[in-house]
């Protein structure tokens, strides 16, 4: 479905530049380098910290191929953020959600400007985002290290495989199945779309 996605992302891109393609390798490369951090492991976080990590999160959602959940993850806020809306902890929750508001008006305001003024070039770096986010989704991993966090294990490092030298049953033939049905899936919504 992201792959899919890729093609329509890229489709509303009018004209192609050198400088484009440029930006949409950057672009991917940056997505590609996201997903190969090691998450911080901390403990104890300060409210600014927190304020920082909703922003920033919030960002990551408005971008196509950055979870913002992973976002969390690598800044070492995701179990923080768990704990105080599980334990109802109204001052972090404040906080985050404080950080979330000021990050989308803030970076709302910037896609939108470049949006604008350039629209092409923003575009392609969208692309590329969702090409480098693909690692990240790649069903085939190796973990390198985990963590338990309370009663959660949490993969800090993993690298994508081949399905022929993952370890275990790698699934191939419904794994593509699926990918063809999630591909057309988007061909046929965008049909719709187009005709709506």
Known sequence: MVLASVLYVAKQITKWSIVNGILLIIGA????YITTLTPVT???????YLFLCGALAICAMILPGISGSFILVLLGAYRPVLDA?????LKSIAIIGAGAIVGLLTFSRVLKWLFEHYKNATLAVLTGFI???LNKIWPWKKVLSSKMFGDKLVVLKEKSVFPFNFEGDNLLFYACVLAVLGFLLILLLEKLATKK
């Open 29 to 32: 490369l940056a997505a590609f």
């Open 42 to 48: 901390s403990n104890e976080i300060s409210p600014f």
């Open 85 to 89: 809306v599980h334990e109802r902890e």
């Open 131 to 133: 090409v480098g986010s």
